[in-house]
């Protein structure tokens, strides 16, 4: 038996998870649950790190506890952002959000003051996200940041809680490359492109691959959880480079849905294809396990259903996910769609008035209750899907024959069957727990028990039940 641990981390919870592998399958157990809520300070969203290390010590504590042999843990988080650290080892206050408005408009001031649009994804590759880490950092400059300015290291997020972990420096390769400053040919950060935005390259550190060592558990996380000196590795630290290294597929002729918080849907290849095709599109190059690239476009996720949750909440209507489900499948179909990636979406303070608000100001219909709301985002999604589907093909050096759903959405029975037929294609989803399978599978490799990533991918379907969705007739 082997035993790894998980941590993974999404823009609303993270988890510890403990895996034991036996030579065919893979049995995990959440050990440990958490929100990885924001912290809105003066104006400025915030991640407090510190709360989310303490979960993460919490989640060893548990694993030390359960008297099992750890070989190795990996982190895997979300993109772009950014912790700074200061030349005696400390962190310069807490890493900046990505959803802090602070870089509304800062793309299209640094394609007019330091660098062309077009010559940054000739770079890079990566689609233009106003949240990207290049803008960050040129935004943070701007506002006089003092966390930048006094920056002896900047390491992304699941690299800094590598370091609290272990003391070791590191920029992982496939959350470097969400950051739009990292030359996809090199696989390093691009120097002139940081010093566009005000930074110097070497303050990032040694570029890793997933499966190499990091470091080991130190000080008092060694002496607190029990276990001791574990390696930690460096797993694809981007949570989607994780979950797609677990996608189930028995050949490359398929695409991916890493649907949550955020969708991400892209292909698998063997090299960046960047072009006038992918700058037209804005589809993005990043990096993925055995030096695959993906090929993808973010879209805004099941965002859109949380915020509206979270806001009838706070007005006394509390849905669960089997109501919201018989809820929309009982609502009629929407007549026209919204863009669920439409600026107004965001980070609004009342979704489901922000919603309204677009569709008046679009000439739709007006959703008259929850019910109408929640078809119109359901509907809007496959919409979406099939409209970046369709795109993909036309890049694709292959016919794709599969879409895969993985990660939570997975399980959302009624948007798998509306995506199969908007999509006109099989979607077989599963595993919900991508992220966490392939941050283990990577794990798994760097100890010797599987040796490719197709093996890997031959490891997960042994391991997980899938269901296929065909298309309408």
């Not at 924001?38 to 060893?60: D, F, M, S, T």
């Not at 990660?407 to 919900?432: H, K, S």
């Amino acid at each position: 038996m082997h035993h790894f641990i998980s941590i993974d981390l999404g823009a609303t919870s993270g988890r510890v998870i403990l895996a034991t592998l036996d030579g065919k399958r893979i049995a995990m157990d959440t050990i440990h649950r958490f929100p990885t809520r924001l912290v809105a300070i003066g104006g400025k969203y915030y991640w407090n790190i510190y709360a989310l290390y303490e979960e993460i010590l919490q989640g060893l504590r548990l694993a030390g506890r359960s008297g099992v042999r750890i070989e190795s843990i990996g982190i895997d988080t979300w993109g772009v952002d950014m912790a700074f650290i200061a030349a005696d080892g400390t962190m310069c206050g807490l890493p900046r959000s990505y959803r802090d408005p602070y870089t509304n408009g800062i793309p299209e001031e640094f394609f007019e003051s330091k660098m062309p649009r077009r010559e940054i994804y000739a770079r890079t590759g990566i689609q233009f996200l106003n949240f990207n880490s290049l803008f960050q950092l040129y935004a943070a400059r701007k506002e006089g940041s003092e966390a930048l300015k006094h920056a002896e290291r900047i390491l992304f997020i699941p690299d800094a809680l590598s370091y609290l972990l272990t003391g070791e420096a590191v920029c992982e390769y496939t959350i470097l490359s969400t950051s739009q400053f990292m030359n996809p040919h090199t696989k390093r950060p691009d120097a002139e492109l940081l010093a566009a935005a005000g930074v110097d390259a070497p303050l990032f550190p040694r570029v890793v691959m997933p499966g190499e060592r990091i470091g080991t558990l130190c000080g008092t996380a060694a002496v607190e959880t029990g276990l001791g000196n574990v390696p930690v590795i460096a797993v694809a630290g981007h949570d989607t480079g994780s979950a797609v290294a677990a996608v189930p597929a028995e050949n490359e002729r398929f695409a991916y849905l890493s649907s949550g918080t955020w969708s991400l849907m892209g292909i698998e290849l063997p090299e960046p294809l960047i072009d006038e095709r992918t700058y037209a599109l804005n589809f993005t190059n990043e990096g993925g396990v055995d030096g695959t690239t993906r090929l993808l476009k973010n879209i805004t996720g099941m965002w859109l259903l949380e915020q509206c949750r979270a806001a009838w909440a706070r007005e006394g209507r509390e849905y669960s996910y089997p109501e919201i489900v018989r809820m929309t499948e009982a609502a009629s179909p929407s007549a026209a769609f919204i863009d669920p990636d439409a600026a107004e979406f965001a980070a609004p303070t009342d979704m489901p008035a922000a919603i309204r608000a677009y569709c008046a100001a679009h000439g739709m219909t007006v959703p008259a209750g929850d019910a109408a709301l929640m078809r119109l985002i359901f509907d809007s999604l496959a919409a979406k899907y099939a409209e970046v589907l369709h795109k993909l093909q036309s890049l694709a050096p292959f016919r794709i024959e599969r879409l895969h759903v993985i990660g939570g959405g997975a399980q959302n029975e009624l948007l798998n069957r509306m995506t199969a037929a908007a999509c006109d294609i099989p979607v077989v989803a599963g595993p919900a727990e991508a992220t966490a399978l392939g941050n283990i599978m990577v794990q798994a490799r760097a100890a010797g028990i599987v040796n490719s990533l197709a093996e890997m991918r031959q490891y997960v379907r042994s391991s997980i039940e899938t269901k296929t969705y065909e298309p309408t007739k």
